[in-house]
């Protein structure tokens, strides 16, 4: 196969994984589903709770961390979907990535509420990160599992989660101390 065929075959497949996707989603993910409606709540809700609980006075530090564990697990979780170790069976729309309300709301919302209570309060940050993500990939991710709005397959287990969990964390928090300091010289 050349080079245009390829990629004529991987447009042809691409519109057919997407048309797909469109037709799960109107049968099983749409409006009239209580599931859709978690999946709403799981994005709102965070980010709401956010908003009168963020210190404003460090808000750029503390929204850094947490965009940064937005995107890695972002990018993380795209990959971790696309090749079928873990995926969200309930998702928002099939055009934004399935996790949107876990990696976009939940899990950096959580983190950094996290991240703001530890420098805040003096507490050791490892540690209370710890008990979040074992809270995030043995708790929340069993009762996803549960109601069947997650799905693990190929060995991708809940203690990986937690594993994965803590590598974003402590890279988060060590590019927001790395931006500190470059802000402070």
């Excluded at 399935?98 to 490892?126: D, E, H, R, W």
Aim: glycine share 4%; aromatic share 22%.
């Amino acid at each position: 196969m050349d080079y245009k065929q390829y990629w004529k075959s991987i447009a042809e497949k691409n519109h057919e994984l997407n048309s797909l996707l469109a037709s799960y989603w109107n049968d099983y993910s749409h409006m009239g589903t209580w599931q859709f409606w978690v999946v709403i709540a799981l994005l709102i809700i965070p980010l709401v709770l956010l908003y009168f609980t963020v210190d404003r006075r460090r808000i750029f530090e503390v929204f850094f961390f947490g965009y940064t564990v937005h995107i890695l697990w972002t990018y993380l979780d795209l990959a971790l979907e696309k090749y079928h170790f873990f995926n969200h069976t309930y998702f928002l729309t099939p055009v934004l990535p399935f996790a949107l309300n876990m990696n976009a709301s939940v899990l950096p919302v959580g983190f950094l509420l996290i991240y703001q209570y530890c420098t805040n309060n003096n507490k050791n940050f490892y540690l209370y990160s710890i008990l979040i993500s074992v809270i995030f990939a043995f708790g929340f991710a069993s009762l996803e599992e549960y109601v069947g709005l997650v799905n693990f397959s190929k060995g991708m287990n809940k203690f990986y989660l937690f594993v994965l969990d803590m590598g974003i964390i402590v890279i988060s928090y060590w590019l927001t101390k790395l931006m500190l300091k470059i802000k402070r010289d």
